[in-house]
């Protein structure tokens, strides 16, 4: 259905729209309902399955113009961070996918390039947009090609770093480059009005920069008055367009900047982005908007707009729908100020991620020890540093997958300098709908080559108490404590805890779950798979093997107690929500050849590989990380050992024989 026989009474503006070209053909009064159907159809849908609702409420009438002016896919369009893209699905044609928005086989959360063409950059970490615009432009200019680039960036992603590196690169190279600052944190109101059009206009026209070279060229030949006169005029060029518009920031970068322009008035972001479209250079344009923009729920709430709300909620309202449970993050938010309560050196530190992680409760009763550094992950973990350098404890508080952004400052900041500083990581493991780019899959192999640093793995919410306590007595190096996302199961206490206790730290001490009069299978669970752990070795008792499952508690550096554990089995299985390269199951295994315990190993975790969005529960169910499956894995395994395995005689990969025609399955391995 084209746009003029579809009238604007129906609501069907938004269903007529099947590309951009849809878009343009739009008149003024036609984009102000296409703006108030798409509103009402990202609140519908999201209450549905969850999802990045407040930011892109407020990004409705900005996108829109950005369509209107450039033509994508010719002309690009990278969003930082993706979650604000839902709006650019909606105008590119995939109204239908979000139904199943961030489910198996549904609409990704972010921009997806196997979704349109329309996507060019998976880029869901913030602060990078910039960075791939400006390759982008220089890749078009060093081709010949005239293309836009328009990078759509928040104001809290210019809290990064590497937004300020790359602005610097961006006006030296001088590329045609539009920047739209999404500004939805502001609080001074947008300039409007003819004489701030005007000037816009004016500072984007190149014949302006002309007439200013000119001016400087000539005076500048005058001895004494010329050089002093043109300061002068260029203070009063200046003056006049700081009293309109806060641009001296990005100006002084050599950077045009036009704004603020008022985001959720569509004929205006359409003027500005076409007087930014056609200057020839890089070009800052600054959309004021706000966060949850036309949908009263997402408004009135202080906390953070309706950002994302976790699962469906009530459209009235905005609550959740599911009845609230004890989170993982809850559990730490408590203990983190039980424990700032008895000891006042203990200060919190987080990357933009204060309610999120939980450390926005301790900063109400603690206000001075609570430190958010914007999305700089790279500044929080060096600044903690020298605030252990001072004789704080500091606890950094991030989603485990941004904690990958800082690793050289772990390893050589903290670590080097065998500082106390605890990192918590939330949302660890397979975390599901937010797809690859948040899977905390990579902190235990990464952090495994860190001189000196401690990392324990609860399994419940009476374990994260014990351990964080733990971390936080550690004087002579960098701890962390990691945890899934969603719901604490129930505690599950051990049936005996053996070893003792570390001299100088945490670790030394092994809780045993379950076990058997028999020792044929090693069961090693990390973290929250002790519960499963221990139904593995119900169900594999029932087929006559035995297993002792046990919890390292404090996984890096391997537990000796687990060394001693395995020469009493025949069997070491490890199951871990991590990948397997690099992580405990590896490092396991080397501890047992280091230790000449020739047991075979078999290793259950997450394979290296995009693993794509759905619920944590398909994901494991993907990967055979369920009871069924390991308990199947394991009586496979053992029953190939019936008779006692000669050391002697053993491959020498150490190997029994696997399943599947000699071949692994997905998420599993053998090491000796």
């Known amino acids: ?144 090609e005239e293309r836009s680039v328009v990078a759509v960036v928040g104001d809290g992603a210019l809290t990064g770093g590497m937004c300020w590196e790359a602005l610097n690169n961006i006006a030296t190279a001088g590329n045609p480059l539009v920047i739209v600052v999404n500004d939805n944190g502001r609080s001074y109101a947008p300039t409007i009005g003819g004489l701030a059009d005007h000037l816009s206009a004016l500072r984007l026209n190149p014949g302006y920069e002309k007439v200013l070279d000119t001016v400087k060229d000539a005076l500048g030949s005058t001895p004494l008055v010329g050089r002093p006169m043109y300061e002068v005029l260029h203070a009063v060029k200046k003056g006049i367009k700081d009293a309109v518009a806060p641009q001296a920031m990005f100006e002084d970068l050599g950077i045009k900047y036009v704004g603020p322009v008022d985001g959720h008035d569509e004929a205006a972001m359409e003027s500005a982005l076409r007087s930014a479209k056609h200057f020839g250079g890089p070009v800052i344009v ?148 937010d797809g690859p780019s948040h899977y905390g899959i990579w902190d235990m192999s990464i952090l495994g080559v860190v001189p000196g640093l401690r990392l324990a793995a609860p399994r419940d919410a009476a374990t994260l108490r014990e351990e964080l306590r733990e971390a936080v007595a550690v004087t002579d190096g960098p701890t962390v404590v990691r945890f899934p996302t969603g719901s604490v199961a129930t505690d599950l206490p051990a049936v005996r805890r053996i070893g003792t206790p570390d001299g100088d730290g945490p670790g030394g001490q092994v809780d045993v779950l379950a076990e058997s009069a028999r020792t044929d299978v090693l069961l090693v669970a990390v973290g929250a798979f002790g519960q499963l752990a221990v139904e593995v070795a119900n169900r594999v008792a029932e087929q006559g093997y035995g297993v002792t499952v046990v919890d390292p508690r404090w996984v890096r550096p391997v537990p000796t107690e687990l060394v001693t554990l395995a020469a009493q089995h025949r069997l070491v299985v490890t199951v871990e929500d991590g990948v397997r390269a690099g992580g405990i199951g590896d490092a396991l295994a080397k501890a047992l050849r280091d230790a000449d315990v020739r047991v075979p190993l078999r290793d259950l975790g997450v394979p290296v590989a995009w693993h794509p969005h759905g619920t944590r529960a398909q994901i494991l169910a993907d990967l055979g990380l369920t009871a069924q499956d390991v308990a199947r894995d394991i009586t496979g395994w053992v029953s190939s050992l019936e008779e006692p395995i000669d050391p002697v005689r053993m491959p020498a990969d150490g190997n029994p024989e696997t399943r599947e025609n000699g071949k692994p399955a997905k998420g599993r391995g053998s090491r000796s």
């Open 1 to 144: 259905m084209s746009v003029d026989e579809d009238p604007a009474t129906d609501g069907g503006l938004l269903r007529s729209v099947r590309n951009p070209e849809d878009v343009k053909r739009m008149s003024a009064e036609q984009l102000k309902v296409l703006g108030a159907e798409i509103r009402d159809f990202l609140v519908a849908k999201v209450a549905r399955t969850g999802g990045h609702l407040g930011p892109n409420l407020g990004v409705v009438e900005l996108t829109i113009a950005m369509h209107r002016v450039f033509d994508s896919p010719r002309d690009r369009f990278l969003f930082d961070t993706g979650h604000q893209a839902y709006v650019h699905k909606m105008l590119t044609g995939r109204q239908d996918g979000f139904d199943q928005l961030r489910q198996r086989g549904g609409l990704s959360g972010y921009p997806h390039q196997a979704e349109s063409e329309h996507d060019l950059v998976e880029n869901c970490h913030a602060s990078t947009a910039l960075s791939y615009a400006d390759g982008l432009a220089k890749a078009y200019a060093l081709r010949g």
């Open 286 to 433: 600054h959309a004021v908007t706000r966060k949850g923009y036309g949908y009263r729920p997402a408004e009135e709430d202080e906390a953070d707009c309706l950002h994302s709300p976790s699962s469906a909620f009530d459209v009235e309202t905005g609550k959740l729908l599911a009845a609230p449970s004890v989170k993982w993050t809850h559990v730490f938010r408590d203990e983190l100020i039980a424990i700032a309560d008895e000891r006042p050196d203990v200060v919190a530190i987080t990357a933009a991620m204060a309610e999120p992680t939980g450390v926005a409760s301790l900063a109400r009763k603690h206000p001075d020890r609570v430190y958010d550094v914007g999305i700089a992950e790279q500044h929080a973990v060096t600044s903690a540093a020298g605030l252990a350098l001072g004789g704080m404890h500091p606890v950094v508080a991030l989603y485990a997958t941004f904690l990958n952004r800082a690793f050289d400052q772990v390893l050589l900041d903290v670590a080097l300098h065998r500082l106390p500083v605890t990192f918590v990581l939330d949302r660890a493991g397979m975390t599901g709908p």
